[in-house]
C-alpha cells in the first residue's frame, strides 16, 4: 500500500518573470508543484510578465527597493548611500539593498505565513534576487545558483560573495557549475551551510505538446537558435559558422535583445539575407525546435543551457561550443559528440557532422527523462531544512 503523499507550502522567488532561462526553470518549478498537489507562491521581485505560472500558482509581485523608497527614510536612505557611498565604494550598491530587502523579505514571509499556514520551504532561483534579499537567512531557504560571479576579484568581490553565499544554503544546476562557484568561493575562504546539486526541470509533455502547435515555418530545411540575442550567447559567432559550413540549409534565429541590430547588419553585409530568418522572442519556441534538423548554441558561457534539452525533448539534436559552464553535463553519450572546439571553425565543423550524422535521440530515453519535471521536483522536496 502506497504511503499518501505529503503537501508542502513552497515559496519561490524570482527577480522578474521575462523571458529567460531563469524565469523559465522557476515556472517550470512552481507549475509541476502546484500539478502535484502543493501549494505554491511565486514572489517576483521586478516585474516582468511575459511569462505566468499555471493558474493554481499563486503570484506575488512586490518590488521591495520601490516600496522602500516610498517611505520618507528609505527616500533619504537611498540618496544617502547613492551619494557618500557609492564614489567610495563603486560597486557595493547591492550591500545597502540587500540589508533593507532581507528585512522586507522577513516581513513579507511573516504575512505569508499569517494568511496561508507555514511556509515549510523557500527557494530562490538567480543572483539578482539573492543581491537584492542577501541579508534574510532562514533554514527553509534554499538558493539555486545558475552561474559563477565572474574571476575571483578582488575585497569588494570577497564581500559580495560573503554577503550571497557564507553560511547559505547553495544549490547549483550542473556539477560544473558547483566546481566553479566552489573554487571563486574557496579563493575568498567563504564556506556555504550546505552544497546541492540539482537539475534544471523540464516538463516534458507539456514542451511536445507545445511543439505540436502551428506556426509559420521556413519553406527550406533549417537548422535553429534560441537565445537572446546578446554578447554572451555569440550570435555573431553562430552566424560566421553557419556561412563557414556551407551546408544547403536556412538559419532560423529565434530571440531579441541588444545585439538583433548588429546581428542584421552582420547578415545583410554577408549577403545571405535570404538564408537567414529573425522570428524574434516566441513565448513557446518549441515548433521551430522541433522542425529542425539541428539545434546550434554558441555562447561564450553556459551556466545550463536548458535550450538544449528542451531541443532534445523535441526531438532535435544539438550541436554547442566547448565553453564554461554545464554543456558538457547536459549533452552527454552519443550528443557529447557534437560539442565543438571553442572556435567558429570548430563550431561550423560539429554542425556539418551533426546534419550528416545526427545522434538518434531516441535509443537513449534517460537522456531526456533526467529532467522530467516531477524527477527535479522530488529533489527539491527532499532537501533539509532545519
Known amino acids: ?27 517550470n518549478l512552481a507549475n509541476v508543484l502546484a500539478r502535484e498537489g502543493h501549494e505554491v507562491h511565486v514572489l517576483v521581485l521586478k516585474g516582468g510578465n511575459e511569462l505566468s505560472p499555471d493558474p493554481g500558482v499563486i503570484v506575488h509581485r512586490i518590488d521591495f527597493d520601490k516600496a522602500f523608497r516610498r517611505t520618507g527614510v528609505g527616500l533619504i536612505y537611498d540618496l544617502a548611500t547613492r551619494a557618500l557611498l557609492k564614489p567610495l565604494l563603486p560597486g557595493s550598491g547591492f550591500l545597502w539593498r540587500g540589508l533593507y530587502g532581507g528585512a522586507y523579505l522577513k516581513r513579507f514571509v ?6 496561508h499556514g507555514p ?5 530562490m532561483r538567480g543572483q539578482g534576487a539573492f543581491e537584492t534579499v542577501w541579508s534574510w537567512r532562514d533554514s527553509r531557504l534554499w538558493q539555486v545558483t545558475v552561474s559563477w560571479p565572474g574571476d575571483f576579484g578582488g575585497r569588494l568581490k570577497g564581500l559580495y560573495l560573503r554577503c550571497l553565499y557564507a553560511d547559505k544554503q547553495v544549490i547549483c544546476n550542473t556539477p560544473n557549475v558547483r566546481h566553479q562557484l566552489e573554487a571563486q568561493l574557496g579563493h575568498h575562504d567563504i564556506h556555504p551551510r550546505r552544497w546541492a546539486t540539482i537539475m534544471n ?16 515555418l521556413p519553406a527550406r530545411p ?7 540575442l546578446s554578447d554572451v550567447k555569440r550570435q555573431a559567432w553562430l552566424i560566421k559558422a553557419y556561412l563557414e559550413a556551407g551546408i544547403d540549409e536556412d538559419l532560423v534565429i529565434v530571440g531579441d535583445g541588444p ?6 547588419a552582420l547578415v545583410e553585409a554577408s549577403g545571405v539575407r535570404e538564408r537567414i530568418h529573425f522570428v524574434g522572442s516566441r513565448p513557446n519556441p518549441y515548433p521551430w525546435m522541433k522542425h529542425a534538423r539541428l539545434f546550434v548554441l554558441s555562447s561564450r558561457s553556459e551556466a545550463f543551457g536548458i535550450v538544449l534539452a528542451e531541443s532534445m525533448i ?25 560539442i565543438a572546439e571553442n572556435s567558429v571553425t570548430g ?36 532537501l533539509p531544512t532545519q
Not at 201 to 216: H, L, M
Not at 222 to 228: A, E, F, G, L, M
Not at 259 to 264: C, G, I, V
Not at 323 to 337: F, K, T
Open 201 to 216: 526541470p523540464c516538463d516534458i509533455d507539456a514542451i511536445r505538446r507545445q511543439a505540436d502547435e502551428t506556426v509559420e
Open 222 to 228: 533549417y537548422i535553429v537558435h534560441v537565445s537572446r
Open 119 to 123: 511556509i515549510d520551504r523557500v527557494i
Open 314 to 338: 523535441c526531438g532535435t539534436p544539438c550541436v554547442a561550443v566547448d565553453c564554461p559552464g554545464g554543456v558538457r553535463n547536459v549533452l552527454i553519450n552519443d550528443q557529447a559528440r557534437l
Open 347 to 382: 563550431l561550423a565543423m560539429k554542425i556539418r557532422e551533426g546534419l550528416a550524422s545526427p545522434p538518434s535521440l531516441e535509443q537513449d530515453p534517460e537522456l531526456i527523462e533526467r529532467f522530467r519535471d516531477t524527477r527535479i521536483m522530488q529533489q527539491f522536496l527532499d
Open 259 to 264: 545585439k538583433r541590430e548588429s546581428l542584421e
Open 110 to 115: 511573516a504575512r505569508l505565513e499569517r494568511e
Open 1 to 27: 500500500m502506497e504511503e499518501p503523499t505529503v503537501t508542502q507550502r513552497v515559496l519561490l522567488v524570482v527577480r522578474k518573470l521575462s523571458i529567460g532561462g531563469i524565469e523559465r526553470v522557476t515556472v
